[in-house]
């Protein structure tokens, strides 16, 4: 018997391999006693190494529950295991309010937070792929043109010269001139890697068919008869009576671009500068933020960026562009669909190259899997959308050789297709059969179906919430009674009847990005879905060609302007009636009510917090010990109104603040109306004080439309506005629709849920695929037609979904 066949006997024969053993006893992630800001006392079991999906309706405590406990102490625990040293230079994270907290693993959020918007993050750098090109073209260019760093649009070529000297034994110094020595890199040295420069649209500042006196200069604050202007006119470089274009080229260059000097005009020595040196340094070198909103919106018409002229915008000089891998440099590769640089990848046939040949198709090959194969590499990492850079982040993790973690999913079928839905889940179930956790926050039934358990919370939101109303199988849920259960088979119907439009919003030749000169007519006074996969053009058709025209108001879920101080009391306006009927109940002055102005608290100056700047170090936060928190003097949380102080109100929820502020001592109507336009979007959960940061898309989105439900007429832009709803909302919403519709309102939505299309008057569908596959409308039409004629990847899962 040999040496190894007798461990195996011995191995066949131990405890352990008739037995399990006591490791394997730790199956689930046990939480006793969790309440993490609405959370009750919650006590849950998370099986590991399972697919596990939070449900409930937006504000019942999913994400308190799975982020802000669970995958919190993950991360605290982890950075614990740093040396001092290295803590040191992080921020001290507080532990999770949870009794107990056993059995967590290492946790990788994945989550929708857009990618830094850093001008040099692209999709190739922040996914390797750049990475690994480079290295590529490094190898097997044809001409051979230097190391990896020649391909990178980070690093700039530079030169060195000087003298090395080199010390050896017996203490004599070797000395090697090096006269030159050139380090490559493979930055344009025009925009420095950027791939644009900035830019000044001149037709935006000045109108050249006018003269100066005409009002020639279009900039705020530069009236005709103003002094600003008559500085020009009488510096005796221009006629001030003469048109802008009819110029010399020597009064158009003092005129735009004269350096700095001293003239003497307007009965005095004065300085005279160039218009366009003089916008740089009082408009244009500041932060778009710290301008008045009138100045801001010009900066935001005026600036404009174009591709470098030097390199087209590729980033890269023109020595890294000269080298050719199978006909194509490596710019050519980076602007390629993936899908098309999968193609050229498989055509390269070179032995020495095999293996990493091979890991860019995986790369490639997940992109696709993923449906992200649209992209294009040389895509900065800051336009992609909340969906598209968490599926992003998670082609990280699906080639990684680590087991045993735990994934944590924020909403991941956020802006995908029906269609690309059922990808994403097999993703999902391949991380899982790797030996990991996946922890899912998530409201569609699709996503839900896969669970192998299934935690739902409720039974509502915020203060109504925080509590574990399910935990089980998906059947089980269905036969629950829980408010999940009871929506999780909805369906709606195509309607019967549609509305007529009353005109039409014509767009002509459209073809930004993949659209490929598309001819459509919106229609007017009715609901418009514009439907397709991920990638087909929806956003390009829509926001490309109608933003920006007049009565045309696009509500989005990018981030909102304001500081941290910003909330939805501040945003919307509500604060303001709040503070007169404050004022008024209690003989004060307003301001007193405001945690901007008198009322604030000394110490922390009406932040509630102390943000401590540790210069280079995260900077750390603390609530303000003088008022708790509360951000306003002690002195002012004496006047009540309703038998509420000032911060008792920002602390109430949004329906509880519309009941608190409809009747009796506290009746505001301005206010309640605000109120009730917050609670018809959806938001009766969020409290009135919360930061606006802390919103997520969707909500962000709803909150914006709220500002907009008292105006009349006018066509709406909304995208994806079912974003974080749950099922039952969903019906809301669609009511909602309707009855902005019925105002006089034009509705136009770019959305995915078949709830929302089979809802539509009409459909606008583009496809037939995404990136280069897509760019044509498809289908246009009522829903029912949609439905009937299946004859797009929408009409399919539209005509699944209401039974036809």
Known sequence: MTATESRAESRAGSPAATSSHTADAHDVIR??????????????????????????????????????????????????????????????????????????????????????????????TVTDANAMLRNLFSRVGEPYVGPPTAFSFNIPTSTASGVFSTGKAGGEVEKKVVRNQVYLGGMCPECEGRGTVSDLDLSVIVDESLSLRDGAILVPGYKADGWMVKGFSESGFVDGDKPVRDYTEAERHDFLYREKGKVKALGMNMTYQGLIPKLRESMFSKAPESLQPHLRAFVERAAVFVPCPECDGTRLNESARSAKVNGAGIADVCRMQITDAAEWARGIDDPGVAPLVGALLHLFDKFVEIGLGYLSLERPA???????????????????????????????????????????NGLLLELRDKGNTVLV?????????????????????????????????????????????????????????????????????????????????????VLTVVTGVAGSGKSSLIHGNLAGREGVVVVDQGAIKGSRRSNPA??????????KAFAKANGVKPALFSANSEGACPTCKGNGRIYTELGFMETVETPCEDCGGRRFMASVLEYTLGGKNIAEVFDLSVAQAHAFFREGEAKIPAAH??????????????????????????????????????????????????????????????????????????????????????????????????????????????????????????GEHLADYVGA
């Open 441 to 525: 926050v998530e409201h569609k039934p699709e996503a839900i179906a896969i669970a192998d358990h299934v935690i739902d919370l409720g039974p509502g939101a915020g203060t109504d919430g925080g509590t574990i109303c399910f935990e089980g199988t998906l059947e089980g849920l269905r036969a629950s009674g829980t408010l999940t259960g009871r929506h999780l088979d909805d369906r709606v119907t195509v309607k019967e009847s549609v509305r007529e439009p009353s005109g039409a919003l014509e767009i002509r030749g459209a073809s930004q990005n993949n659209l490929r000169d598309v001819d459509v007519d919106v229609p007017t006074g």
């Open 570 to 579: 501040t945003y919307t306006g509500l604060l303001e009636p709040i503070r």
């Open 673 to 794: 109306k605000i109120l009730a336009h917050l609670e018809d979007v959806g938001l009766g959960y969020v409290k009135l004080g919360q930061p606006l940061n802390t919103l997520s898309g969707g909500e962000r989105q709803r909150l914006k439309l709220a500002m907009h439900m008292g105006e009349k007429g006018g066509t709406y832009i909304l995208d994806e506005p079912t974003t974080g709803l749950h099922l039952a909302d969903v019906a809301n919403l669609l009511g909602l629709l309707d009855r902005l519709v019925d105002d006089g309102r034009t509705v136009i939505v770019i959305e995915h849920h078949q709830a929302v299309m089979a809802h539509a008057d009409w459909i606008i569908d583009l496809g037939p695929g995404a990136g280069h596959d897509g760019g044509t409308v498809v289908f246009e039409g009522t829903p029912a037609d949609l439905v009937a004629a299946r004859s797009t990847v929408t």
């Open 31 to 124: 939480v006793q006693g969790a309440r993490e800001n609405n959370l009750r006392d919650v006590d849950v079991e998370i099986p590991k190494r399972r697919l596990s999906v939070f449900t409930g309706v937006s504000g019942s405590g999913k994400s308190s529950l799975v982020f802000a406990t669970i995958a919190a102490e993950s991360r605290r625990l982890i950075d614990e295991t740093y040396s001092t040293f290295v803590q040191g230079f992080m921020p001290s994270l507080p532990r999770p309010d949870v009794d107990v907290l056993e059995g967590i693993t290492t946790a990788i959020l994945v989550d929708q937070e857009r990618m830094g918007a850093n001008v040099r993050s692209t999709v190739g």
């Open 382 to 424: 800051g336009t992609l959308s909340g969906g598209e850079a968490q599926r992003t982040k998670m082609i990280r993790h699906l080639g990684s050789a680590l087991t045993d973690v735990t994934y944590v999913f924020d909403e991941p079928t956020v802006g995908l297709h029906p269609h690309d839905i059922e990808r994403m």
